[in-house]
């Protein structure tokens, strides 16, 4: 009886020992079955789940363009739980995926895993290209200022050009890439990103700056005709050969055509110097660069003067002379005789004909002399001429009576003494007076 009890008292200890050990072996167990992380690390930045415990979700926000049909994403969970998917595993991501997160003591937690892919709010042009040129042509463009510029070779059309244009992804412009456009004029193009997002770029397309700088006319049109320059393009040379007979040419004013765009200094239409037989002008070109030309002025070969025959060889002291002729100009007169010369300045001069009073001074004395003429430097000597004294003038007289002769006293100058001869005529009839 007492061994049948103690048996029995044996038999419960060790079966509630046994109870008492399972019971702590369980309770020991861990119960957390959470997602602490969930991140996609492959991406550049990273990106990490927003997870809602109350809700047993996690959303992911990706970049647009994101292939979310294999994403391995990388999951931290509670210590000694496990979960499906596992971490690392790639998954499709087009449709929720429930991963179930196991606690070390069994309990299990399904959190559901959503991808969102964000839509591009990049609108952006990359590239503007003009392809249709023998060589690719790509515009600047300013992104801080949004503009677009490019110049273009002249031989194209800017009414018709074809730009090739690269956005953002997902992104559309307007106008068009590919679409024939008229740049005569700014041209506004607009980009809209994918989530609706706009930009504005201005494109101004313009010609490249001319280069050709030469002069190509140069002419004096105040003659007529008008004097056309002979330009030589070799040497940058122009050579205007005027009238023999020009006689100023500290003033003359040159109607000048230049390549289209250029400008030159001096201007066209300047009154200008040639009298020093040569000036310089200069052609700029658009694009900065310049070309000089040297402009010289000549005048054309003077024909021979010729002179009609002396009226008289025979000139007064204080006369007027004039000689007439065609063909005159820079005139001078000498009158000279052995070793002595004089001459007299000019009254006025003209292509056919100059007048000059004679000497009337003491030293240049009466008598035979050559009569030279200068023209042009050039010497002519018309022969021989007797210079006489210069002709008496009558200021006035007075008369008066003298034992009934008449007595006239004549006042004036230039009269010769022994030389002077006075005749009273009456009738037809001249007496001469005796001069007293």
């Given at each position: 009886?007492?061994?049948?009890?103690?048996?029995?008292?044996?038999?419960?200890?060790?079966?509630?020992?046994?109870?008492?050990?399972?019971?702590?072996?369980?309770?020991?167990?861990?119960?957390?079955?959470?997602?602490?992380?969930?991140?996609?690390?492959?991406?550049?930045?990273?990106?990490?789940?927003?997870?809602?415990?109350?809700?047993?979700?996690?959303?992911?926000?990706?970049?647009?363009?994101?292939?979310?049909?294999?994403?391995?994403?990388?999951?931290?969970?509670?210590?000694?739980?496990?979960?499906?998917?596992?971490?690392?595993?790639?998954?499709?991501?087009?449709?929720?995926?429930?991963?179930?997160?196991?606690?070390e003591n069994g309990t299990v937690a399904e959190y559901t895993v959503t991808v969102n892919v964000l839509e591009n709010t990049e609108a952006i042009i990359d590239t503007f290209i003009f392809k249709g040129f023998e060589t690719e042509l790509a515009a600047t463009i300013d992104e801080e200022n949004k503009t677009i510029t490019a110049l273009i070779p002249r031989k194209y059309d800017l009414t018709k050009l074809i730009p090739t244009i690269e956005i953002s992804e997902f992104a559309t412009v307007t106008p068009a890439s590919e679409t024939e456009i008229d740049f005569s004029k700014d041209v506004i193009f607009t980009?809209?990103?994918?989530?609706?997002?706009?930009?504005?770029?201005?494109?101004?397309?313009?010609?490249?700056?001319?280069?050709?700088?030469?002069?190509?006319?140069?002419?004096?049109?105040?003659?007529?005709?008008?004097?056309?320059?002979?330009?030589?393009?070799?040497?940058?040379?122009?050579?205007?050969?005027?009238?023999?007979?020009?006689?100023?040419?500290?003033?003359?004013?040159?109607?000048?055509?230049?390549?289209?765009?250029?400008?030159?200094?001096?201007?066209?239409?300047?009154?200008?110097?040639?009298?020093?037989?040569?000036?310089?002008?200069?052609?700029?070109?658009?694009?900065?660069?310049?070309?000089?030309?040297?402009?010289?002025?000549?005048?054309?070969?003077?024909?021979?003067?010729?002179?009609?025959?002396?009226?008289?060889?025979?000139?007064?002291?204080?006369?007027?002379?004039?000689?007439?002729?065609?063909?005159?100009?820079?005139?001078?007169?000498?009158?000279?005789?052995?070793?002595?010369?004089?001459?007299?300045?000019?009254?006025?001069?003209?292509?056919?004909?100059?007048?000059?009073?004679?000497?009337?001074?003491?030293?240049?004395?009466?008598?035979?002399?050559?009569?030279?003429?200068?023209?042009?430097?050039?010497?002519?000597?018309?022969?021989?001429?007797?210079?006489?004294?210069?002709?008496?003038?009558?200021?006035?007289?007075?008369?008066?009576?003298?034992?009934?002769?008449?007595?006239?006293?004549?006042?004036?100058?230039?009269?010769?003494?022994?030389?002077?001869?006075?005749?009273?005529?009456?009738?037809?009839?001249?007496?001469?007076?005796?001069?007293?």
């Open positions: 009886m007492i061994k049948s009890l103690l048996w029995r008292i044996c038999l419960f200890s060790a079966i509630a020992l046994t109870f008492f050990q399972c019971t702590e072996e369980e309770e020991a167990k861990s119960p957390l079955n959470k997602i602490e992380e969930f991140s996609i690390t492959s991406m550049n930045p990273p990106v990490s789940g927003v997870i809602n415990e109350e809700a047993f979700s996690i959303s992911l926000d990706v970049p647009s363009g994101t292939d979310i049909t294999d994403l391995s994403p990388e999951i931290s969970i509670s210590d000694k739980a496990t979960v499906v998917p596992a971490s690392g595993t790639a998954q499709d991501f087009t449709s929720p995926v429930v991963y179930t997160v196991t606690a980009v809209v990103a994918e989530d609706g997002t706009e930009v504005e770029y201005t494109a101004s397309i313009g010609y490249e700056p001319r280069t050709e700088k030469a002069i190509l006319i140069f002419a004096f049109e105040a003659f007529t005709p008008t004097i056309n320059g002979v330009i030589n393009e070799d040497s940058k040379a122009i050579t205007l050969t005027l009238p023999w007979n020009t006689s100023d040419l500290t003033a003359l004013v040159p109607t000048i055509e230049i390549s289209e765009g250029a400008t030159i200094s001096p201007e066209n239409s300047t009154a200008e110097d040639f009298s020093f037989g040569s000036v310089d002008y200069t052609v700029t070109a658009e694009d900065g660069s310049t070309q000089d030309y040297e402009v010289t002025v000549e005048l054309e070969a003077a024909p021979t003067p010729e002179f009609d025959d002396l009226i008289s060889t025979s000139f007064r002291k204080g006369e007027l002379v004039t000689i007439t002729g065609k063909n005159f100009s820079d005139i001078s007169v000498s009158f000279s005789r052995e070793g002595f010369s004089s001459g007299p300045s000019l009254e006025s001069e003209g292509e056919t004909s100059f007048s000059f009073n004679v000497p009337n001074n003491v030293s240049f004395e009466t008598g035979t002399y050559s009569f030279i003429v200068y023209i042009r430097n050039e010497k002519y000597v018309l022969g021989d001429v007797q210079i006489l004294p210069p002709a008496p003038t009558i200021s006035d007289f007075v008369s008066s009576t003298d034992d009934d002769n008449i007595i006239v006293r004549i006042n004036g100058r230039n009269f010769i003494e022994g030389e002077n001869k006075v005749y009273f005529v009456k009738n037809d009839v001249r007496t001469e007076a005796y001069i007293r």
